[in-house]
């Protein structure tokens, strides 16, 4: 496995790759890489693509009083995950190689960028599309790999990538959890013991709402509305959103039909956390 650090030699990489008739993966991520960010290589890998992941701790994404200096690092096992999994190159440029001092070009996706996460994150998603767009200018992908625990994030990268024009296809993988239904985050290790048992509380609310439905109840206040108890029966637990929404839109529905997108965010001690579903 090859490691580059400029986007020269990324581009090169996988212009040569298509010269040769294949097709090229990406799979972004800021690093801390666990099970759910190998279950996005191994997807890759299925496809028989040329494997690039990106890690990257994304600057612009973080607002001034989040954890961008404390974002967990772990460049050495995040390369042995990745190789282990059949990534063919890692990139890992510094921050002036993706931002010049020069820099004064922002990519945002208005409307979408303000819903969900980026109502209580204001300019998050701008920087979202910023660092994902230069990716995808410095690697030519034919496809790229994101996690449905982001599904927010993906509704904007599929709005912009279709606005743009950019040609690459957003491949969404199901969300990886522990086995007792926590979703796999890189922000998980900040979490004591005590905050990890009550974390569990948003993947029963997700279960509470899918039973909910199957069994006919559709009325978004009424879904909600049972999410919030059981969330807030943990005291250590301050919910940011509970939100039943158009996926494409991020826009809040008044009946869930399947396909609706139910979705969480909330702050286990100081560490904010999302979980989601897809209802069918």
Not at 86 to 93: N, Q, S
């Amino acid at each position: 496995m090859q490691i580059i650090h400029t986007v020269s030699e990324l581009r090169a990489w996988s212009r040569t790759r298509r010269t040769g008739g294949r097709v090229v993966g990406l799979v972004p991520t800021m690093g801390a890489l666990h099970a759910g960010h190998a279950s996005l290589i191994r997807a890759a890998r299925r496809e028989r693509d040329a494997v690039a992941v990106s890690i990257f701790v994304n600057p612009t994404q973080f607002g001034p009083n989040e954890d961008f200096s404390r974002y967990p690092r772990t460049f050495d096992a995040d390369c042995k995950l990745a190789e282990a999994e059949g990534a063919d190159v890692i990139f890992a440029p510094t921050v002036d190689e993706l931002y010049p001092t020069s820099t004064t070009t922002f990519v945002e996706v208005e409307g979408l960028s303000d819903r969900l996460d980026g109502a209580s994150r204001p300019g998050h998603f701008r920087g979202v599309a910023t660092v994902v767009s230069k990716l995808f200018i410095a690697a030519e992908p034919d496809r790229a790999y994101f996690g449905q625990k982001d599904a927010a994030q993906v509704a904007v990268l599929r709005r912009m990538t279709e606005d743009l024009r950019l040609g690459v296809e957003i491949v969404v993988c199901p969300i990886i959890r522990d086995p007792d239904g926590l979703a796999l985050s890189s922000r998980n290790v900040y979490l004591s013991a005590e905050e990890r048992t009550q974390a569990l509380s948003l993947s029963r609310a997700i279960r509470r709402v899918e039973t909910l439905f199957t069994n006919g109840v559709t009325d978004t206040a009424v879904l909600i509305a049972a999410a919030d108890k059981l969330i807030q029966n943990e005291n250590k637990i301050r919910i940011d959103y509970i939100a039943l929404v158009d996926w494409s839109t991020l826009l809040p529905v008044e009946t869930a039909t399947p396909g609706t997108l139910f979705a969480i965010a909330a702050y286990v001690g100081a560490t904010r956390l999302i979980d989601n579903t897809i209802l069918l």
